[in-house]
């Protein structure tokens, strides 16, 4: 039960799904997901069942051995075959920058996925798609540059390379502002709104809480996020 625990939260983990979101779709409570990846507990056959619907390889899960065809078959709304291995699944956090006392990013607040082309992410964006993550921003610090309530996608893997927008933790807030370098370890940080001022850290003594989260690579407005089934 132990190896089949182990492959049900490998199983987990591919579709990007936290314990609570996965037992939820399998209809069980998150305790019973939790004891079902230890080997406490023997997976029953609905629950089997249910998971199967969300492209999960039973066979592969309850005997070690993979099926003939493991990866879920999925279609485009024109109908055409849609290969998985084209694209990257970057997770959406239910999380807010610029809105103030913005909640920490982890599994807990993790709401769905979004698709990306692999190819267009490196050819465009130049940044290793297992890096990204996306959140939303709210307010009107950055007007013009990003909205109110447009999606930016994240590299969290680019902590201050270069000048540019980034997310930071400062006191508890996450912010989206743009950051410029200066000498002596030195950061401006400032908004396109002249309402808010700028500022500076000194990256020799940064505030007890700050993180700078990411760089902000793409964003896409709302209602084109909305809309967007596909990314070419």
């Keep these: 039960m132990i190896e089949v625990g182990l492959r049900l939260k490998e199983a987990r983990e591919l579709l990007n799904m936290t314990q609570k979101k996965f037992s939820e779709l399998a209809g069980i409570s998150p305790n019973a997901q939790v004891n079902y990846e230890k080997g406490e507990r023997k997976p029953d056959t609905q629950y089997l069942s249910n998971i199967a619907k969300l492209g999960c390889d039973i066979q592969y899960i309850v005997t070690g051995v993979k099926s003939n065809n493991p990866d879920p078959i999925v279609y485009d709304n024109a109908g055409n075959l849609v290969d998985l291995d084209e694209f990257c699944f ?138 967007r089934r596909t990314r070419d």
């Design 90 to 227: 970057v997770p959406r956090y239910k999380v807010f920058a610029a809105a103030g006392h913005g909640s920490a990013i982890n599994e807990e607040t993790y709401e769905f996925s979004i698709a990306f082309r692999k190819y267009w992410v490196k050819k465009y964006l130049e940044v290793n798609p297992k890096d990204l993550i996306a959140i939303t921003a709210r307010g009107d610090s950055m007007i013009g540059v990003i909205d109110d309530k447009d999606v930016m996608i994240i590299d969290t893997a680019n902590k201050l390379f270069n000048d540019g927008i980034y997310v930071l933790r400062i006191d508890g807030d996450l912010i989206v502002k743009s950051v410029q370098k200066l000498p002596g370890k030195i950061i401006e940080v400032s908004s396109t709104n002249p309402l808010y001022k700028p500022f500076t850290i000194d990256m020799n003594n940064p505030p007890n809480d700050f993180e700078i989260i990411g760089c902000v690579v793409h964003t896409e407005p709302v209602t084109l996020f909305r809309n």
